[in-house]
């Protein structure tokens, strides 16, 4: 199994509405990290989850929270977003935390925030 | 931080013809990673290749560190080609641990194959 898993696909959520995405991931990496990428630019990191410690992009707002609930699962929780928040969510996984080498992306979540 | 440049933006191709893209990165990294975005979102891991020379099918990759380039190569480029080509990389920086990594993305080449 070579593969990163992300659920939902497609979210519509209003600005008062509190969601979660979900990862997942079981080829035994030890990093995990969230991507925000808006339409027609690259990805930007937000979260990385490697040895169950987490780094914080510090610019990402804190209506964004993630959870690593064990090893092979990462999800991001979301409270009170603003519609600038719409975007595509990826996660990924690496064997190891700063060398990932042959690093998984899953598909995304397409996030729109009325 | 880390500051990458990827040239050209934009590139259209006929069915069948070649291409060299390119990417130039402003400091020393253990880390550049190629990356094709596929219409639909998926960003596919082409190549990781801090350094060196890297073939797979049709597709190479060559990085000169020294230099701080990279190059991809795309010959006889199919339609299924077609996205956004990313190049990334990164660096621990001396502090260590978790939090030092940063994967830094270039704006990407967006290769349209035409049949």
């Known amino acids: 199994d070579t593969e990163v898993t992300q659920t939902p696909k497609h979210l519509v959520m209003g600005m008062t509405n509190k969601k979660s995405l979900k990862c997942e991931q079981h080829?035994?990496?030890?990093?995990m990290y969230w991507y925000k990428q808006k339409a027609k630019k690259p990805p930007e990191l937000m979260f990385v989850y490697s040895y169950e410690k987490l780094s914080i992009n510090e610019s990402v707002p804190s209506r964004f929270s993630p959870e690593c609930p064990n090893s092979s699962l990462l999800n991001l929780h979301l409270h009170a977003l603003q519609p600038e928040d719409s975007a595509l969510y990826l996660c990924?996984?690496?064997?190891?935390?700063?060398?990932?080498?042959?690093?998984?992306f899953g598909p995304g979540t397409r996030l729109t925030v009325l | 931080g880390i500051q990458v440049e990827q040239s050209p933006p934009d590139l259209i191709l006929q069915e069948g013809a070649n291409s060299t893209l390119r990417c130039n990165f402003s400091d020393s990294v253990n880390n550049l990673q190629w990356f094709h975005q596929n219409p639909w979102g998926q960003l596919i891991n082409l190549f990781y290749?801090?350094?060196g020379t890297k073939q797979n099918g049709r597709l190479s990759a060559t990085t000169v560190a020294t230099e701080r380039y990279s190059l991809l190569y795309i010959s006889s480029s199919q339609t299924t080609d077609s996205g956004v080509y990313f190049c990334a990389v990164g660096r621990v920086n001396d502090s260590g641990g978790a939090g030092s990594y940063q994967l830094t993305f270039g704006k990407g080449t967006k290769l349209s194959v035409i049949p």
């Open positions: 990924a996984s690496s064997q190891e935390f700063g060398t990932p080498a042959g690093g998984y």
């Open positions: 290749i801090p350094s």
């Open positions: 080829m035994g990496h030890r990093a």
